[in-house]
């Protein structure tokens, strides 16, 4: 088992996601998951690589998310814990591996969360996530049809074993995204 470098997981990423947007959202939850690390004094490398990779499989395999990523990782020789982090995503969708880590719990929680921050953004003047509060991805959330794709009931589930309340779990995923807002197309005209 050797610990994957940041270039090595997105090589890897790359090797299995052609699709600009699901690199986008890879690259989004990176960056919501070093911000999540660095806030809890947790390695930002670790979690982003996590973050980075947690979709390898679904381009290519969306019928057996997480079970193909456990084949890719583990014939790449990545260590268990990175595996088992990646795995727990997709709890109760397409795992039965439940979120123990703060590591996972956080992984579970902002994963889908990205993407309702994103589709927000997008439909702002600003088209960004520079100058976005908490308050206008909640007012989508009461919309069901608004980002329909997006499992809020996970992102809730996901929160409740952070034991955060939903605005500020959303204004923490954003103040992670901002730091990639370029990279993602959400830098708008903030």
């Given amino acids: 088992m050797t610990t994957p470098t940041r270039e090595e ?3 890897l990423l790359k090797k299995y996601t ?9 690259l989004a939850v990176e960056a919501v998951m070093r911000h999540f690390a660095e806030k809890n004094g947790e390695d930002p490398e670790k979690w982003g690589i996590i973050g980075l990779v947690h979709d390898i499989d679904y381009e290519m395999y969306p019928e057996e998310h997480c079970v193909k990523a456990r084949e890719i990782l583990e014939e790449n020789q990545w260590p268990d814990e990175y595996v088992r982090a990646v795995i727990s995503h997709g709890w109760g ?3 039965d591996v439940k979120p123990e880590t703060l590591l996972e719990k956080v992984l579970y929680a902002t994963d889908e969360l990205t993407g309702l921050v ?3 953004a997008l439909v702002r003047p600003s088209r960004s996530v520079m100058d976005m509060k908490a308050k206008s991805v909640k007012k989508k959330w009461k919309n069901k049809k ?3 794709g997006v499992n809020r009931e996970v992102i809730e589930k996901g929160a409740g074993m952070l034991g955060m309340e939903i ?3 959303i204004t923490e995923t954003i103040m992670g995204m901002r730091n990639v807002a370029e990279e ?3 830098r708008g005209n903030a």
């Fill in 146 to 148: 608004f980002a329909a």
């Fill in 118 to 120: 994103t589709t927000t």
């Fill in 167 to 169: 605005g500020d779990l």
């Fill in 9 to 11: 997981a997105f090589e």
């Fill in 18 to 26: 052609k699709t600009e947007s699901l690199i986008s959202h890879a």
């Fill in 184 to 186: 993602i197309g959400l």
């Fill in 93 to 95: 969708i397409c795992s």
